[in-house]
């Protein structure tokens, strides 16, 4: 058994993802060692346990279970892609949580490396449907690929702009893709694979359960330069992919709605945070990491630069909000240790006392605001919870 078999058959066994994995590899050097590895000394491994432990055992056991995942997904139209394949998608390589392996149904390009992400309310207003659907055509028009999650509303609407414009789109899923959900949305579902793909870390047949979700977010985000917001509520799920943009150092965006909306509490809070407002598609690109490729013949063309779009490395503060560099690699843990010695602290102390600017104390603010460790006050003012 190859590297190649050996994860698609451990991203069958449940409760392994790419953390474990990577711890897995940590105490065994590589996959043909842990392969090799007796349960007992898998259990020993930080995060495994007796349990997980006889589990992957058992699974591997069991070589059948690739042939079978491959033969289902064939019979699908869909092909798998392992992080040992030459195939699997750069930017996901650059996160710190890559899916062990990517079932996709359709096509990547190189082009599809210049990506943003339009997610947003499943019980969207005409005006979030709209303003979708608008930014997404015009991101389309000038060559950039249009990340969604199919999902009901704003995700429906980018998709549609996307194709309206003639471009390409990628719709990452919650289940499995022997299935479309929302089933309604299985045209659409079927117009997206033709003009870019669908993906989904998930098997064939993996149903779509709520704590999926959640986790799918982080690919939206990780396949994207930047990610909008349009229309959330206050826990609306684009609120948890606008969190793993930041994590992943991805630009955040968010377009302004009606005041007294409930789809509107997400977006302006976002920004108040210092999320970059968005009215028209001039808004993002001016904050992307997007180079002209005259070599395409196209003026249309562009092409990522991997070096504003790759995960924090250790130590440095996740994600700015504009094009100012992060603060000092502190982390976010310095701005809490501010909190230590008095109650509330605002913005501008808190950037003075650490020498960074405005927008990289902004953006480690949101990330702990995020974990529920601080909350903003009126006159951007902050207190530890």
Same mark, same amino acid.
């Given at each position: 058994?190859?590297?190649?078999? !050996? ?134 028009? !000038?060559?950039?690929?249009?990340? $969604? ?66 986790? !799918?977010?982080?690919?939206? $985000? ?46 302006? !809070?976002?920004? @108040? ?33 991997? $070096? ?66 601080? @909350? ?10």
């Amino acid at each position: 058994m190859n590297d190649r078999e !050996r994860l698609i058959l451990l991203n069958l066994v449940p409760e392994i993802g790419s953390l474990r994995l990577q711890r897995l590899l940590e105490a065994f050097g590589d996959l043909e060692r842990l392969w090799d590895a007796a349960p007992e000394a898998l259990r020993q491994a930080e995060g495994i346990g007796p349990v997980l432990a006889q589990r992957i055992a058992e699974y591997r056991a069991r070589p059948e279970l690739v042939r079978e995942a491959l033969a289902q997904a064939a019979r699908h139209g869909c092909e798998v892609l392992t992080r040992a394949d030459a195939g699997y998608p750069q930017p996901l390589r650059e996160i710190h949580d890559p899916p062990l392996a990517l079932y996709l149904r359709g096509a990547l390009q190189e082009a599809d490396q210049a990506a943003v992400a339009i997610v947003g309310s499943r019980h969207a207003s005409p005006y979030g449907l709209m303003m979708a659907e608008r930014l997404a055509v015009d991101l389309a028009e !000038r060559g950039i690929t249009v990340v $969604s999650g199919l999902a009901r509303g704003i995700d429906a609407a980018a998709h549609r702009g996307a194709l309206k414009a003639g471009g390409r789109t990628l719709a990452v899923l919650g289940c499995g893709l022997a299935q479309v959900y929302p089933p309604e949305h299985e045209a659409l579902a079927g117009q997206v694979a033709a003009a870019g793909a669908l993906l989904s870390e998930y098997a064939m047949g993996a149903p779509p359960l709520a704590e999926h979700f959640p986790r !799918r977010n982080r690919l939206i $985000s990780g396949l994207a330069l930047g990610v909008v917001v349009v229309e959330a509520a206050g826990r609306s799920g684009a609120l948890i992919t606008a969190d793993c943009a930041l994590e992943q150092g991805r630009e955040v965006f968010a377009v302004p709605g009606r005041a007294d909306a409930l789809t509107s509490e997400g977006t302006h !809070r976002l920004l @108040k945070q210092g999320a970059k407002l968005v009215t028209n598609v001039e808004d993002i690109l001016e904050e992307l990491p997007l180079t002209s490729d005259p070599a395409a013949g196209d003026a249309n063309h562009v092409t990522r630069n991997r $070096s504003r779009c790759q995960a924090p490395q250790p130590g440095e503060v996740p994600g700015t909000w504009s094009n100012q560099a992060a603060g000092p690699a502190a982390g976010i843990e310095a701005v809490l240790q501010q909190f230590n010695n008095r109650e509330i602290c605002d913005l501008e102390t808190l950037a003075e006392q650490l020498g960074w600017t405005i927008p990289a104390c902004t953006a480690a603010l949101l990330q702990l605001e995020l974990k529920h460790a601080i @909350k903003q006050l009126p006159g951007q003012r902050f207190v530890r919870v």
